[in-house]
C-alpha cells in the first residue's frame, strides 16, 4: 500500500508552488502567536498609502518563513467572500465595521468531481513555503466592504492572519470524497502551519481630490 500511494504523493508535492529563497526586507513589527515558535511573519505593504474617497485600497501581503522548516500555508490569502486567514481591520477613525451592501456580492463555483485527485486538490487549497521565503499576492480592499474608504480622514490598517492547519479542509462542494484521504495527508513531509499572527500597523490617508491630509 505505500508503495502504492507514495507516486501520488510525490507528483502532489512536486506539483504544489513552491516559494523560492529571499532575503527578508524589514518592514513594521509583525507580531505572533504561533502555536510552537514564531515561525511566520506576515507583511502588509500598501501600494499607496493616500487615496482619493472611494478608491480601492491596493495591499501586497508577503507571509514569510522565518523558521527552520517547511511548511504548507493555505492558497488562498484574503477573501471577503469565504473564511480566509487574513482579516483586516481600519481605525483610529469613526467608529466602522466591514459591511456588505449594496453593489457588494460573492459567488462560488468550486466543486470536486471523481477527477479531482489528491493531488489537484492539495495544490489547489495548498502551498509550501520553504525557510526564508516568501508568498505573496496583492489583495484589494473595496470600499464596499470598508466605508473607512469612502470617509476622509488617516485610518490605521493592520491584520490578523490565523489557521487551524486542517490540511482536510475545504470549502469547496465534494460530490466524491477522497476515501484514503486522512491516509494521504499522514504521508505527506510537512505539516500545515497553524496559529495566529497579527501583521505590522500603516498608516493609510483617505482625501478628497485636490485636498492632502496633515
Do not use: H
Amino acid at each position: 500500500m505505500n508503495a502504492q500511494r507514495f507516486p501520488l504523493l510525490a507528483i502532489a508535492v512536486a506539483l504544489i508552488p513552491t516559494l523560492g529563497v529571499f532575503q527578508p526586507l524589514a518592514f513594521g513589527d509583525p507580531q505572533t502567536q504561533d502555536t510552537d515558535s514564531k515561525r511566520i511573519e506576515v507583511r502588509l505593504i500598501p501600494i499607496k498609502k493616500s487615496i482619493k474617497v472611494g478608491e480601492v485600497l491596493n495591499v501586497r501581503v508577503e507571509i514569510w518563513n522565518v523558521g527552520s522548516e517547511p511548511l504548507f500555508i493555505e492558497e488562498t490569502i484574503y477573501d471577503p467572500c469565504t473564511p480566509s486567514p487574513l482579516s483586516l481591520r481600519l481605525d483610529l477613525g469613526p467608529s466602522m465595521k466591514p459591511q456588505t451592501g449594496p453593489g457588494f456580492g460573492c459567488a462560488s463555483d468550486c466543486v470536486y468531481t471523481a477527477k479531482d485527485s489528491f493531488a489537484r486538490r492539495l495544490v489547489y487549497r495548498w502551498a509550501v513555503l520553504q525557510p526564508g521565503g516568501f508568498y505573496g499576492r496583492v489583495i484589494s480592499v473595496q470600499p464596499e466592504s470598508f466605508p473607512q474608504l469612502s470617509t476622509p480622514g488617516r485610518w490605521r490598517l493592520s491584520g490578523t492572519y490565523k489557521s487551524i492547519g486542517n490540511l482536510s479542509s475545504s470549502f469547496c462542494w465534494d460530490m466524491a470524497p477522497l476515501p484514503d484521504n486522512e491516509e494521504q495527508i499522514k504521508g505527506l513531509p510537512y505539516e500545515a502551519w497553524q496559529g495566529v499572527v497579527f501583521t505590522n500597523t500603516v498608516w493609510i490617508e483617505v482625501v478628497v481630490l485636490g485636498v492632502q491630509l496633515r
